[in-house]
């Protein structure tokens, strides 16, 4: 089945500053890779996807990138504020409607 | 508003009693999933249903149980066979079967 692995567990950088998160995948028939944003003690907040037929993704500060060859995709967060300190998850998905398997996340601290 | 509900959100039972977790949304969607978290670990999928009154087996079903009977509401339950069932539960749907907009989740303490 397939199996997403996350880097780094724990990502500290300053305000203002860039972070970048990485996932690679197993299957190659993965098509859907969204990534969650998590604060202590809620639910995770779907902040940005991609899918298999698009190489990049943006949305205001945050961008997503997907190597589909080298079956790996990344989460980049330019001009880092502290409200963007919380976990991040990526995960990816080989069906639609079926389970979305995850990222063990990244610990992201942003310090002002 | 639309969304989706969890309730309670701290729950405290004793070992060897079921207990029912609740899921309720509002937003038409046809998808919902129940998933798992522990400290540390991403989550894990313990069922889903694409439609009412069918569900599939996640990867960690085995203790758990689910009905589907309304398409609003996916209740979850913990029986006594969940040998570890402290952990933090979420709940999730879907409209288009990809993009999955989860709920405020549930803390189970077992003790």
């Known amino acids: 089945g397939e199996n997403v692995e996350q880097h780094p567990s724990t990502l500290s950088v300053q305000e203002g500053d860039s972070a970048v998160i990485k996932c690679t995948y197993s299957?190659?028939?993965?098509?859907?890779f969204p990534w969650y944003k998590q604060e202590l003690g809620k639910g995770p907040q779907l902040i940005i996807d991609i899918r298999s037929n698009v190489g990049e993704k943006k949305d205001q500060r945050i961008a997503v990138t997907l190597n589909k060859t080298a079956k790996h995709f990344s989460l980049h967060i330019t001009e880092t504020q502290p409200e963007d300190s919380a976990v991040y998850f990526c995960a990816a998905m080989v069906q639609a409607g079926t389970a979305l398997i995850f990222g063990k996340g990244t610990t992201l601290s942003v310090s002002s | 508003d639309g969304g989706i509900t969890q309730s309670p959100k701290y729950l405290f039972r004793k070992e060897g009693q079921n207990v029912t977790l609740s899921c309720e949304q509002n937003l038409n969607h046809d998808a919902m999933y129940w998933y798992r978290q522990d400290p540390g670990q991403g989550l894990r999928l313990i069922y889903y249903?694409?439609?009412?009154?069918?569900?599939q087996k996640g990867d960690i079903a085995e203790g758990y149980s689910v009905s589907r009977e309304k398409k609003e509401s996916f209740p979850l339950t913990v029986t006594s066979a969940q040998k570890n069932p402290t952990a933090f539960y979420l709940c999730?749907?879907?409209?288009?079967?990809?993009?999955?907009?989860f709920g405020p989740g549930t803390r189970l303490t077992v003790t």
């Open positions: 999730a749907s879907s409209f288009s079967g990809d993009e999955q907009y």
């Open positions: 249903s694409q439609i009412v009154n069918d569900f």
């Open positions: 299957d190659s028939a993965s098509n859907y």
